[in-house]
């Protein structure tokens, strides 16, 4: 069976890709978490909206994957595990 070399650009192109921002999320000046993400499969692309107000069940676990967020910022939102 014959190996493919695997060439340490194509290691760093294929991370990006992976570690790539799946949208953006910004914080209302009330709290609120507003996210916003983009899905891209060929020629088709999707976009949704996600909003955690404070006391969301989900608010907390959000903001931690943003790694904080402060009102009136906007930050990439990076892919979950």
Same mark, same amino acid.
């Given at each position: 069976m014959r190996r493919r070399?695997?060439?340490?650009?194509?290691?760093?192109? /294929?991370? %990006? @890709?992976?570690?790539?921002?799946? /949208?953006? %999320? @910004?914080?209302?000046?009330d709290g609120?978490?507003?996210?916003?993400?983009?899905?891209r499969e060929g020629a088709a692309v999707g976009h949704g909206r996600l909003?955690?107000?404070p006391g969301h069940p989900d608010?907390?676990?959000i903001l931690r994957?943003?790694?904080g967020l402060r009102p009136g910022e906007v930050k990439p939102v990076p892919p979950f595990p």
């Open positions: 070399a695997v060439l340490p650009g194509m290691l760093l192109a /294929g991370a %990006a @890709r992976a570690q790539a921002p799946i /949208g953006t %999320a @910004r914080m209302e000046q609120t978490i507003v996210v916003d993400l983009v899905a909003v955690y107000p608010h907390g676990m994957h943003l790694g």
